[in-house]
């Protein structure tokens, strides 16, 4: 691993720490968006796939404060998004 690839995955590490106080759930999304192509790379380097990557730690901060941050009720929105999609499809 390069220096530049060290230097670029402490950062994600560091951002990862960061986003614990994060109150923009916009920043955080498109953060771990970018963070993604990182945790893929040190995923295929240890031979590894979706579950390393999904329970990865910069991905559980960022998802974490993404929960916090939202608030909501899971059945509640579940169901608010069935509604909503049945809506859309013209009176079905």
Known sequence: MTEEQK???RTEYEMALL??????LSGLVHHLS???T?????AREQEQGTDYVNSHPIVRLYVEQMGFLCRADYSASYRT???RSKEMKGGD
């Open 7 to 9: 230097e670029k995955r």
């Open 19 to 24: 986003s614990q106080s994060a109150c923009n």
């Open 34 to 36: 970018k963070a993604m």
């Open 38 to 42: 990182l945790i893929w790379e040190e």
């Open 81 to 83: 998004c069935l509604e």
